[in-house]
């Protein structure tokens, strides 16, 4: 059995999903998995649904992408490190899988609007990676990001809590919330802040799958 199988049967897959999760061996191809699973409008409430979770269900929403991507990337040697982008009240936070190509971090990210997604390779810290969503990350013409957290390593929590979990996979989000999150404003920035221009707002409302 190769190492991928391995890891994918130890951390509870069956086969036909360490096989597919395994076979997108680079983070563009990740990316293009989770760009392509149907949006979970959470129809009949919220979810938080693990990495089996999303497979069966062939959908996903931000951090239900994050941990199908962080286990990709895992089953092709890369650590599955999640930060969170925490968002001013009123918006919500946003998580996406991280990754490194020599020196420097990209993001996988699952977004249903059309600026919160991947990150070529190219930022020099995390701080430079999560300060590139800022212009689009909106509430209507409002620019609303404000932290972002420490990298969380998967591989120091439980895959019952994030892989195979049924249900809401309220640890995790937990875990995320309460990481050490860094402001990106400073101190007297918010109140200074430039609302977003109408056709940057007119685009922001394009949707992959709309409800």
């Known amino acids: 059995m190769n190492p991928q199988m391995k890891l994918g049967f130890d951390i509870g897959l069956t086969g036909a999903m360490a096989t597919r999760l395994a076979g997108l061996r680079t983070p ?3 990316q293009d998995f989770v760009s392509h699973l149907r949006w979970n409008h959470q129809t009949d409430g919220p979810t938080a649904l693990s990495v089996v979770g999303v497979l069966r269900q062939d959908q996903a929403h931000c951090i239900e992408g994050a941990f199908v991507a962080a ?24 998580v996406m899988a991280i990754f490194r190509r020599g020196r420097y971090w990209g993001a996988i990210s699952k977004s249903n609007s059309p600026f919160l997604r ?16 800022f212009p689009q990350y909106v509430k209507r013409r409002r620019k609303t990001l404000r932290t972002y957290s420490l990298p969380v390593d998967l591989r120091r929590h439980d895959p019952t809590l994030w892989v195979t979990r049924d ?12 990481a050490r999150h860094f402001n990106i404003l400073p101190a007297d920035g918010q109140s200074k ?17 709309p409800q």
């Open 28 to 30: 563009e191809r990740i």
């Open 71 to 94: 286990c990709a990337l895992w089953l092709n040697g890369h650590p599955p490190l999640l930060i969170d982008l925490g968002a001013a009240r009123g918006d919500v936070d946003h």
């Open 118 to 133: 991947y990150r070529d390779p190219i930022y020099r810290n995390l701080r430079e990676l999560a300060v590139s969503f």
């Open 167 to 178: 249900g809401f996979c309220h640890e995790m989000v937990d875990v995320l919330t309460g």
């Open 193 to 209: 802040l430039r609302p977003i221009d109408e056709i940057e707002a007119r685009a922001n409302t394009l949707r992959d799958f």
